[in-house]
């Protein structure tokens, strides 16, 4: 049986305004004793997710700035970053990500620390972890998720159109991985397209990266040999016909992607974790649209374990939603706890937890 950890827990909803919203995670904080257990460090890395152009369930850059302000308090300089994407979008290159990160209210001086894109070009590039896992055997990440001696993840817990749903353990996983780190656990995944249901659109074609999509005889193809399994063509579809073998590729995607975590995890220093389950979507935060809730606002979540804090935020959002899974109910056919299974498996936490709210 597995230890129970900690999650400390407050309901929140973005009704109450971002102020009402910044003073409960300070009161969150306190409860945690985030000042004790961040004590003597001088310097932090806040990994984050800045969202894609129209999207609207990225965490606020007001609640970052209730973090770095604590933070300083405590003469901890602040460094707030995100990851490029294999997809593409506004997030593909680092000059582009960055404007767009400005444009969300992430600048230097409104989340009170220094807000940069983590590519290959900063702070050490990329830090190949060898790690001889299941599927990864050499982890590529960027070097200052590894380096670090304090990292805090500050993640949107939502659904995910591969993994089911997501939390710590995907801001982790995939958002401290390298492109080439994000391309190895995507690998495993290459869509196919239900002709009966394409309606020749090409919405598939524009958005593929890799040129792996083609149209023939009016109905889109995927050559898979080209396929990065970046799940945008998913996304862009309007008519369902883009599908996956979900009983094999999403499964294994999502174990590579925890394999990816312990990478990071399994590296010295310190690891907190923050959840924010309001504004919770179907969708990554990669999605660009304004994706609607699927469940009421639970609240904020902080714990040391990431998948305590994960199954947590998970066990509330089904009570929000009446007792339902709503994640399942928007993801049919995929599964939110092979990667809670399989991270516990990796001794990187805990599904059994103990909540304290405050």
């Known amino acids: 049986m597995s230890i129970s950890s900690n999650v400390w827990f407050t309901s929140a909803d973005n009704n109450e305004g971002i102020t009402q919203v910044s003073e409960r995670l300070t009161r969150l904080f306190d409860s945690f004793s985030l000042s004790e257990k961040v004590a003597g460090y ?3 890395q806040i990994k984050v997710h800045f969202g894609e152009q129209g999207n609207t369930g990225y965490v606020k850059p007001e609640l970052i700035r209730t973090l770095t302000g ?10 707030i970053s995100d990851t490029n994407t294999l997809y593409r979008g506004r997030r593909t290159k680092s000059g582009e990500h960055l404007r767009l990160a400005h444009q969300h209210g992430f600048t230097d001086k409104a989340v009170g620390g220094n807000v940069v894109i983590a590519d290959e070009t900063t702070d050490g590039g990329v830090k190949n972890v060898v790690f001889n896992g299941k599927h990864i055997k050499e982890a590529k990440i960027m070097a200052r998720y590894t380096d670090t001696e304090l990292l805090i993840a500050v993640s949107h817990f939502k659904g995910h159109i591969i993994t089911g749903a997501g939390g710590a353990l995907k801001n982790i996983g995939m958002g401290c991985a390298s492109r080439e780190g994000k391309l190895a656990q995507h690998s495993s995944v290459a869509p196919y397209v239900e002709k009966r249901k394409c309606i020749g659109c090409e919405a598939c074609v524009a ?6 999509i083609l149209m023939s005889n009016g109905k889109a193809e995927v050559r898979s040999e080209n396929c990065i399994g970046c799940a945008s063509c998913i996304a862009a579809c309007g008519s369902d016909a883009m599908e996956i073998d979900w009983g094999s590729g999403a499964p294994e995607l999502s174990e590579r992607m925890v394999e990816y975590a312990a990478a990071v995890l399994n590296s010295p220093g310190k690891k907190v974790f923050v959840n924010v389950a309001m504004h919770i979507t179907a969708e990554c ?17 902080i714990s040391e374990d990431p998948v305590a804090i994960d199954q947590a935020c998970y066990d509330r959002c089904c009570r929000s939603a009446g007792g339902y899974d709503p994640f399942r109910k928007a993801h049919p056919r995929r599964n939110c706890s092979v990667q809670l299974d399989y991270a516990e498996r990796l001794h990187l936490g805990s599904r059994a937890y103990a909540l304290i709210e405050v």
């Open 42 to 44: 001088a310097d932090a």
């Open 70 to 79: 604590y933070l300083g308090r405590h003469e901890i300089i602040a460094t």
């Open 207 to 212: 958005v593929c990266p890799v040129d792996a």
């Open 285 to 301: 935060d990669c999605i660009a649209e304004d994706d609607p809730s699927i469940v009421p606002d639970v609240g904020l979540f």
